[in-house]
């Protein structure tokens, strides 16, 4: 029992020298270990001398030393958990949102939402709940070569675990009459016309800033013609209904842009129709009608603001308050929609949410929390400055959460299994979760024979077991000989004896940890079987979501440290 003391000590001890970069305290140190396990209160005379040798161990390392050793031992203590959650920091006010807000969150149903939707949802869910107001959920699927009809579901599945604040769902295609009837006000207005030149020819004129002859046709032309398309009596490419715009705008893009066009081909699943909106006409509709006050958006929709505004000058209506914010580079996973979709086809991903994807889904399966995705979204805020996003801080904000939660438990990766000789039988109490003695232990028993991860030992000459024994290690070639060398705590230290984790040779449970550089297969504690769907931690390796247990092998996704 002493070594326990002393091992708890002794990692607190390290704990408060790297807090304050200095020789540790001997009252904090006790204090703490007394304060986190209750059960040792009763042997608080026997502390003393032994805090008083630990103190002085740590207060003899170097400062690199400390937290090394820290690392190694007990990384969760190198931010106690009330240091590490922050409050989520305050984002800027929004101009005229007084009085409340209502906002939206458009995504087009091509596939589930991916980490680049999270913070557009996110950023606009943070300030109807600080405002107050409506939240609208529209689904901008008038482009039937972009709708998948299984994303519909897929889409609002993702919100929900999000847990955004959704109270309005509109879907563009119900709303195609809405459009027809505005687009016809427009061409009354003198604000729009029917195009039927050849796309490259109109292409051409645009570029030099010249009209199209198509320009210059009556209101009365023009609105037979929209009903023409309306009737089905023109081919998709044939016509198009243009915003009448400035064609001497310095951005040719600006110039007489698209509103209307024909789609033949594919079928939209939800409507018979063939004329759609293009996006920025049917946006700037329903930001009207809909009652939008705010956009928060990325600053590569700024060129579609300017669009917008025609149709808002247009008409006459206020436009909403627009704020467009940087462009933030996701690396390490896979974003583009087309290309997942033509890996999972190929087989090259398992799915949605194969753990390669930056969608929503493949993070969740790895075990990232809702919330963890919400305040790092909320960290980087709404700045006009282009960043890339950091996974690391995704990580910390994620531990923040699940460390607290996971229970502990060995998982040893490509084993070699050894009899130690000389050893005792031994049972091992290992805490469920080092800060939470109310969970209780898990006991393994060593017999002798045991598991041992190939790579920790490689070269080493002696290690210790955790919550076991130290043991020596002799090489004959590659093949290690074991024996047992004590219980002592200082004396593995006094050797920099690394710390690993053994799993009993006649206790396991086989185990693939699948992480996105490559699956490790091994054996874990058998107790895992019983925390499907949940994040735990396995010791010295990181966090794991379990995502199933199936004819006795358990299969888990790797989190992060």
């Known amino acids: 029992m002493e070594t326990d003391i002393e091992h708890l000590l002794f990692i607190y001890a390290l704990q408060n020298a790297v807090k304050h970069d200095g020789a540790p305290k001997s009252g904090t140190v006790i204090g703490t270990v007394l304060g986190k396990h209750p059960e040792f209160r009763s042997r608080a005379r026997e502390i003393g001398p032994l805090a008083g040798k630990v103190v002085a161990e740590v207060a003899k390392m170097t400062a690199a030393e400390r937290k090394s050793r820290l690392l190694e031992l007990a990384p969760v203590l190198l931010a106690e958990p009330s240091e590490t959650h922050e409050h989520v920091r305050e984002l800027p006010a929004l101009e005229g949102a007084e009085n409340g807000v209502v906002m939206r969150f458009a995504p087009n149903p091509s596939g589930p939402l991916h980490l680049g939707h999270a913070r557009a949802s996110i950023l606009n869910d943070y300030y109807v709940r600080r405002y107050g107001g409506r939240y609208v959920l529209r689904i901008e699927d ?19 675990w999000l847990g955004l604040g959704i109270t309005d769902i509109v879907y563009q295609s119900d709303r195609l009459d809405i459009y027809y009837d505005w687009c016809r006000k427009l061409i009354e207005l003198g604000g729009a016309y029917v195009c039927v030149c050849d796309s490259e020819r109109f292409r051409e004129l645009k570029l030099k800033g010249r009209a199209c002859p198509c320009r210059e046709r009556t209101v009365e032309e023009n609105l037979e013609l929209w009903q023409q398309m309306l009737d089905g009596e023109f081919y998709e490419g044939d016509a198009t209904v243009r915003v009448k715009t400035e064609l001497a705008h310095p951005d040719p893009a600006m110039r007489d842009y698209s509103a209307m066009r024909i789609v033949n081909t594919p079928l939209h699943p939800r409507v018979d129709a063939t004329v759609f909106p293009l996006m920025n006409f049917s946006v700037a509709v329903d930001d009207h009608l809909l009652g939008i006050t705010h956009v928060i958006r990325g600053k590569d929709h700024i060129a579609n603001t300017r669009r917008q505004r025609y149709i808002f000058d247009y008409f006459g209506w206020k436009p909403p308050v627009y704020r467009h914010y940087g462009r933030m580079g996701i690396s390490g996973v896979v974003l583009s929609t087309s290309g ?16 390669h994807l930056g969608t929503l889904r493949a ?46 438990y060995f998982f040893v990766p490509d084993p070699i299994e050894v009899t130690v000789e000389g050893a005792p039988r031994h049972e091992a109490h290992a805490a469920l979760h080092p800060n939470d003695p109310s969970r209780g232990v898990r006991t393994l028993v060593a017999a002798g024979t045991i598991l041992l991860p190939r790579a920790d030992i490689a070269g080493k000459s002696m290690v210790r077991l955790k919550d076991l024994y130290n043991v020596k290690i002799e090489w004959d070639g590659e093949e290690p000989r074991v024996s047992y060398a004590g219980d002592s705590l200082e004396e593995a230290r006094r050797e920099k004896a690394p710390i690993i984790q053994w799993l ?40 794991a979501r379990i995502d199933s247990v199936e004819g006795g092998r358990v299969s888990a996704y790797f989190a992060h440290r």
């Open 340 to 355: 997942m979709r033509e890996g999972i086809v190929s087989g090259l991903y398992t799915g949605w949410d194969d753990i």
């Open 142 to 160: 008038t482009d039937p070569r972009r709708v998948d009809p299984e994303a519909y579901d897929m889409v609002r599945e993702d919100i929900a």
């Open 363 to 408: 993070i969740a399966r790895r075990g990232i929390q809702p919330e963890a995705v919400r305040n790092a979204m909320v960290d980087i805020g709404i700045g006009e400055t282009d960043i890339s996003f950091s996974w690391e801080n995704l990580y910390s904000r994620n531990k923040e959460l699940v460390d607290p939660k996971a229970n502990r």
């Open 504 to 543: 009993p040779a006649d206790a396991k449970l086989p185990c693939t940890l699948l992480r996105q550089d490559g699956s490790l297969e091994g054996f874990c504690e058998p107790p895992v079987a019983g925390e499907a769907d949940h994040v735990i931690q396995f010791e010295r390796i990181g966090f």
